[in-house]
């Protein structure tokens, strides 16, 4: 109890309690007090070290220790390699969370083995809901350039080889905004779906398209995938335009009907920052930035903003004669410390040699590596390699491959289609089903999305605080685990 609590229960108690004075306190801190503890004193010999050890396993510091982490008790015959083979980490990340190990493995000491991630509870999730009088008709713009394909002149496979990034591409969103429809169509929802071919970029397919339709007619329109033709659509209606890739293009949108399903690249950094910030209060910070001027803006902006919020150390390392010499980032290392080291470049050779760097390190060093998002140069990289190092990073999508939705989906899916879903049909299904979702409420769509923000399969939506235009602002902060499996950590 505090010194002030027992003044106020106690005002003629002066100074400090003399030896058989009465104290008044409350009943529930009394019996608390009585309760007896349990105590295991060890005196042992293990690896030739002798060690009295005193565990107070209801000491609220013990409590703690046990609910924030997997916990694991020393027995006898124990060494760090049986550890590893059995809990999946090293003598190296041990000592960060147990320094006391640095005097050896000792019988009875209670280490903690790794933190344990908590569930992610969310809050103001959108709740769908249908109104069963509501009626919608939607408008799917592709450019799957069908004028291209005689079905007696071209095989499928000759199709597909020709022009097939931006087919398959559109092919797949497809097949996913037509199993979205299928899904809400099963649940009652009566829906007129139109999909209308875009063409080749630049040509007038999109002019005859508004001119011998009345779009109007529309409750959305989903499409086209190019920014320019997304902007005509906008201003040519008054109805919701949603744009369903990312474009750089997309920060100078204007029409306040287009609504940016992807969120903005720039975004990802201050969401990292933002993490960083809630979680590293102590500990060391080593940002690895190219010498391109936009990159090493980022990163001084993102160094500053960090030592205004936190207590680590930072530096910012860039490549001298084109790379970074191993030597340099190990010395901006810290041993027995937090060690999180930001990649803010995309340079293939610099992140490959910086995480070679980081993956053996000296005995009490351990790090962290985040990015602001898994471009594609982190494609090139094994997968056992990130696992390592705990890569972590900024994305717009997330698949959890045991979650009902995502199981139901690639289910439907595989049965409709005789194939597993690419990224663009989930992205496909995904936007397209919480579009209509929202729209089957009965409510316009910028009312829905002051409600909250949805996840389906593997996107999140999250519309509130956008500007003039809607921009979808909901993203996941990914990490891999040892095991090669991705945690959600927010």
């Not at 009088?133 to 000759?158: F, R």
């Not at 949108?253 to 609504?259: G, H, L, M, Q, T």
């Not at 930072?314 to 340099?328: A, F, H, L, M, V």
């Amino acid at each position: 109890m505090k010194t002030e609590k027992l003044l106020r229960l106690n005002p003629d108690v002066v100074g400090e309690p003399k030896p058989n004075t009465f104290l008044v306190v409350p009943e529930q801190k009394l019996n608390n007090l009585k309760k007896p503890t349990k105590k295991e004193v060890i005196e042992e010999k293990l690896d030739t070290i002798s060690n009295k050890l005193i565990i107070d396993k209801d000491s609220t510091v013990v409590e703690n220790v046990f609910k924030n982490f997997e916990v694991y008790e020393i027995k006898k015959g124990d060494t760090f390699y049986n550890i590893e083979k059995r809990f999946g980490v090293n003598r190296q990340e041990l000592l960060v969370l147990n320094p006391e190990l640095k005097e050896g493995l000792k019988l009875g000491m209670v280490l903690k083995i790794k933190e344990i991630i908590p569930e992610i509870i969310d809050e103001d999730e959108y709740e769908d809901y249908i109104d069963f009088n509501k009626d919608l008709k939607v408008a799917l713009l592709l450019p799957l350039k069908t004028y291209k394909y005689q079905v007696d002149t071209l095989t499928l496979k000759q199709i597909f080889a020709k022009d097939a990034a931006l087919l398959n591409i559109a092919t797949d969103f497809y097949l996913g905004a037509e199993l979205a429809v299928d899904s809400l169509r099963n649940k009652g929802v009566n829906i007129d779906f139109s999909v209308f071919d875009t063409g080749e970029r630049g040509a007038n397919n999109l002019g005859d398209i508004i001119y011998d339709n009345n779009l109007n007619d529309n409750d959305v329109v989903i499409g086209p995938f190019y920014s320019d033709e997304a902007q005509t659509i906008a201003s040519s209606v008054n109805i919701p335009v949603v744009f369903p890739v990312y474009s750089k293009n997309q920060s100078s949108f204007a029409n306040r009907n287009i609504i940016k399903t992807s969120p903005d690249k720039k975004m990802f950094r201050d969401v990292l920052t933002t993490y960083i910030k809630e979680n590293m209060v102590d500990g060391n910070i080593v940002i690895v930035s190219d010498n391109s001027f936009e990159n090493l803006q980022a990163s001084n902006k993102m160094q500053a903003s960090l030592q205004f919020s936190t207590n680590a150390l930072i530096n910012i390392i860039t490549p001298q004669d084109g790379y970074i010499e191993k030597s340099r980032i190990i010395n901006l290392l810290q041993p027995n410390t937090k060690n999180w080291v930001i990649l803010t470049s995309n340079d293939q050779l610099l992140v490959s040699d910086a995480i070679n760097s980081l993956i053996s390190l000296p005995e009490e060093t351990t790090v962290k590596v985040f990015a602001t998002d898994k471009s594609n140069v982190f494609e090139k990289i094994d997968n056992n390699k990130l696992a390592k190092i705990g890569f972590t990073y900024v994305s717009d999508e997330f698949s959890d491959t045991s979650s009902f939705e995502a199981i139901s989906f690639n289910g439907q899916y595989l049965k409709k289609n005789k194939a597993l879903p690419s990224y663009y049909a989930t992205k496909g299904f995904d936007i397209t089903y919480d579009i209509l979702m929202r729209l089957a409420s009965g409510k316009k769509l910028e009312d829905t999305f002051s409600e909250g923000f949805s996840k389906r399969v593997e996107t999140k939506f999250d519309y509130r605080n956008s500007d003039r235009v809607p921009e979808n602002k909901g993203v996941f902060i990914i990490q891999y685990n040892q095991d090669l499996t991705l945690s959600r950590l927010k």
